[in-house]
């Protein structure tokens, strides 16, 4: 099993409120990333981070923000979550320099905003 | 044009049967391949890593046509547990970023 968490797991929040969804992995995984998913559709990159100090926007476009301040955390943050925020966010991290870029996600958290 | 299609499914077939995912990327530049497992509402685990030369794992076996960009899954004998969607992902090699498909649900029915 893969040491990466996510909390909260499901989170129903009303429009305009700040939200912060954390993540993080214990296995010392230099990248880590952040995905969207719609139900029945393909993951999308939004975020990722190369390490510490390192941040980059993904291939989706997303209001959301993150930062790296430590390697083994990678927070995600929405300043005013709106319904069109409603999905499921997934992050993920793999070791640098892998030939196969591997990815171990995390449980997932799913984020409802009414 | 996505950067990585795959059969739409679903498939729904017996225990015992043995059932085929097909899967083409549209960027000739890729270099890694995998096929990844989704369970309902969880998180995606890697299945196995697809090599130039095929694989096999136990009754899966992965094959890559580079020619043709396509990706295929064969499972044999199939499981109840067997039971999810399957991901088709694709990368460049060292690259950031993963190109996942929509996946392909396969039920096991006793």
């Known amino acids: 099993e893969a040491d990466i968490y996510q909390t909260p797991r499901y989170l129903v929040i009303g429009t305009g409120k700040k939200i912060t969804l954390e993540c993080s992995q214990t296995?010392?995984?230099?990248?880590m990333y952040w995905y969207q998913q719609d139900p029945g559709m393909e993951l999308h990159l939004i975020h990722y981070?190369?390490?510490?100090?390192?941040?980059e926007k993904g291939d989706l476009s997303s209001e959301s923000t993150v930062s790296r301040i430590r390697t083994e955390h990678f927070p995600l943050t929405l300043e005013s979550a709106r319904p069109s925020h409603t999905s499921q966010y997934l992050c993920?991290?793999?070791?640098?320099?892998?030939?196969?870029?591997?990815?171990?996600f995390g449980p997932g958290t799913r984020l409802t905003v009414l | 044009r996505k950067e990585v299609e795959q059969d739409p499914g679903p498939f729904n077939v017996p225990e015992g049967a043995t059932v085929a995912f097909n899967c083409t990327y549209s960027n000739s530049a890729s270099q890694s391949f995998f096929w990844y497992r989704q369970d309902c509402r969880k998180e995606p685990k890697l299945l196995m890593s697809?090599?130039?030369s095929g694989n096999e794992d136990g009754r899966f076996t992965a094959q890559l046509n580079r020619a043709s960009q396509y990706i295929s899954l064969l499972i044999r004998d199939s499981k109840l547990s067997d039971s999810a969607t399957y991901l088709c992902?694709?990368?460049?090699?060292?690259?950031?970023?993963?190109?996942f498909g929509t996946g392909t649900r396969l039920t096991v029915i006793p």
């Open positions: 992902v694709v990368s460049q090699t060292g690259a950031n970023n993963l190109f």
């Open positions: 993920a991290s793999s070791e640098w320099g892998q030939v196969y870029n591997e990815q171990f």
């Open positions: 697809v090599y130039s």
């Open positions: 981070s190369y390490g510490v100090n390192s941040t």
């Open positions: 296995m010392g995984h230099d990248k």
